[in-house]
């Protein structure tokens, strides 16, 4: 079974509104979880590694006011779109490692239409 | 900065073919790497994780190879079947994950 579970696996909302998108390790703690999103026929994209307990660290060209990270615990992070636009429209991810080993796990994804 | 690259970008094939599908990689300095499946409209499927450590894994007609040092991996597909169309996609574990763009498989019934 799943070992990270992300929800909404799927989501409609309107232009301006925020959305919140959450990423759980059911089986393991881990300090760290990352978030990617994928624009249609493109890559996979990682926009920010989120650190429990700290600020996220995001990658160039992603907007840190507009995708708030959250990690509030070592088994739950928090991706919000702000004020979204229908060009946030897209399919965001999570994945996460447990503190010993190096596989990561992915959650489901999330796909997010803005209309 | 490690760049990964699939090919071909899109492969169709009849049913019952074995093909295989490209990644390659430009730092060899990975911990692992993953193959997964994704099909339209929905999420990651993991396919097959290979170790830096190892040289190939294999899942029922999947076949996954390594070569760390030239920087390539292999996902071999046997008896290839309609519902094994979908976009596979290869990821780099280095100090995170890098992701190709994906080939996109159509298996013609």
């Known amino acids: 079974g799943a070992v990270v579970s992300q929800h909404p696996s799927r989501v409609i909302c309107k232009s301006g509104t925020s959305v919140k998108i959450e990423c759980r390790s059911l089986?393991?703690?881990?300090?760290?979880m990352f978030w990617y999103r994928q624009f249609p026929k493109q890559s996979l994209m990682l926009m920010a590694t989120s650190n429990e307990g700290s600020k996220a660290t995001y990658e160039q060209g992603v907007e840190k006011d507009k995708f708030l990270i959250n990690h509030a615990s070592l088994t739950l992070s928090t991706l919000t779109v702000t004020s979204a636009h229908p060009e946030d429209s897209s399919f965001y991810i999570c994945?996460?490692?447990?503190?010993?080993?190096?596989?990561?796990?992915f959650g489901e994804g999330s796909w997010l239409t803005v209309v | 900065k490690q760049e990964v690259t699939q090919i071909p970008a899109a492969l169709s094939v009849p049913e019952g073919e074995n093909l295989v599908l490209n990644c390659s990689f430009t730092d060899s300095a990975i911990y692992n790497l993953q193959w997964f499946r994704q099909d339209p409209g929905k999420g990651l499927t993991s396919l097959l994780l290979?170790?830096?450590?190892?040289r190939e894994q294999t899942s029922g007609r999947l076949n996954a190879s390594l070569d760390k040092s030239s920087g390539r991996s292999t996902l071999y597909i046997a008896a290839s079947q309609p519902g094994d169309s979908a976009t596979y996609l290869c990821?780099?574990?280095?100090?995170?994950?890098?992701f190709g763009t994906g080939t996109s498989l159509t298996v013609i019934p």
């Open positions: 994945s996460a490692t447990p503190f010993s080993g190096n596989t990561i796990y």
């Open positions: 290979i170790q830096s450590s190892q």
């Open positions: 990821a780099v574990n280095g100090n995170q994950f890098y």
């Open positions: 089986d393991f703690q881990a300090t760290t």
